[in-house]
């Protein structure tokens, strides 16, 4: 019994202190339980524990049918719901070899970066938040409320929208949807400006973003990160370049690669991939092309025995479905590679050595979402 | 000396950053034509909700009490939830035969994620996504009810089969 506590809690000296941040802490976003060794205020270990939020998506998976089973996965990372759905449509589709019309890849394309735009608005409204900056947070809102609006539009939610189907999509667009994504352009770049003067240019948050939380490059390829953590490090990593999915081949953007590895690095990373995002939406956006948005599936989907796989890149990094399936109607065993779970491993290295108040920076930069760490 | 100067030279462009921001601010305390607050009970009656977002499973009734659902429980087997249960009963029709019509249909809004596989299901367009919200209620039992009407029963005009 002894040992067993001792292998869950750390051990300290005479002279050390140990403190719990979490599980119920504002600014771990969420239900991250992280016990901290402190030297002072050095943190001289850390270990985070999960399991508070862990519900068994993959073993809920095992019950229901492969159409079933796609919206469980919003509820992983549910910022980037919309990109797990079509991870496991990919997948899907991969196994029953079936070809999605243009017009399906085309939207599906289109709402992954609107997707990914909205998450990293919601991450930029956080940060500020974290680092005592509150007014950014309704800024962030601004425009993300239009996104939401257009993913209400369309697909009938806002958050966990569902709209991916094996096959395709779930309905049309909406009539309105491509006047409303070019005001949306439009009015962001319109605002970008305002992001800058309150954040980026402020010298408070420099001070507390630049030079903290390093993370080498070969520690970041060591953990297997991967997203704009990976890629502030130095890492080209975007499943987007490497493996295109769906309207990816067709659109020119640019991966954003920085090396100094600290908190402003990975904020800027983030930034950065915003405007690509707002490129890519603006390639596609005028030819979407006409024809079917769903291809016709049998109602039970029976894919053929063996293992498939597919990586997509979330707003969080990468993303891997693996699907076993023996035959029948429901899956013999799925398990999803998250990019939270692999990101968060790295907050030991980045976190060793700097101070307490430095750890929330550092949480920030990382932008974990726990119920996808714990699934 | 030089650290002290650069210890109040700091101070002072923080102040500076915070008061550019506090500008940026304050414009909108001028404009206040820019700020997109909504007061939302109170302006439900001119709230936009989009025709397709999905607030719960509705089965349509028209002016005779009939609807369209002829008891084929592909709906039920869609739900991943189990938030739908089917209940039919034979009847005897006035030439003799047997037929399964719908008793009741059973929703569980309380179990139900909204994720649209049931209207997606269904081969007889029966059940369609409604708009109503605001669906709290103080007892969780509430939340089970029937989604045919009493006393309706199946459209006897035969629609076009679906392409």
Known sequence: MEQTINNRILQSSDDEFIINVGPQHPSTHGVLHLQLRLDGEEIADLKPFLGYIHRGIEKMCESLTYKQFIYLTSRMDYLSAHINNQACCLAIEKSLQVEVPERAKVIRTLMAELTRLASHQLWWGSTGLDMGAVSPFFYAFREREMILEIFEETCGSRLTMNYCVPGGVMNDIHPDFVSKVKKLIQQFKANIHEYDELLTGNPIFQSRTRGVGYLPKEDAISLACSGPVARASGISCDVRKKEPYDAYDRVEFEEIIASEGDCFARYRVRMKEMLESMKIIEQLIDNIPAGDYRAKIKGIIKPPAGEYFQRVETARGELGVFIVSDGSNKPYRVKFRTPNFSNLAALKPMSLGAKIGDLVAIMASLDLIIPDIDR | ?163
Request: aromatic content about 8%; proline content about 6%; hydrophobic content about 35%.
């Open chain 2, 1 to 163: 000396m030089n650290a002290v100067k650069r210890y109040f030279s700091s101070i002072f462009n923080a102040i500076v950053a915070l008061l550019k921001g506090m500008r940026l601010t304050g414009s909108y305390l001028l404009h206040p034509s820019k700020i997109l607050t909504q007061q939302y009970p109170e302006n439900r009656e001119t709230l936009y909700i989009p025709e397709r977002f999905k607030g719960r499973v509705y089965m349509p009734h028209d002016e005779n009490n009939e609807h369209n659902c002829t008891a084929c429980t592909l709906c039920q087997l869609a739900c991943p939830n189990g938030s739908i249960q089917i209940i039919s009963k034979n009847i005897e029709l006035p030439d003799g035969t047997k037929k399964k019509v719908l008793d009741r249909w059973v929703y569980n809004l309380g179990s139900c994620t909204l994720c649209q596989l049931c209207v997606d299901a269904c081969p007889s367009d029966a059940i369609v996504m409604d708009n109503a919200f605001e669906f709290s209620v103080y007892n969780k039992s509430k939340l089970i009810f029937d989604l045919n009407r009493p006393g309706s029963k199946l459209k006897e005009k035969k629609t076009e089969p679906q392409v």
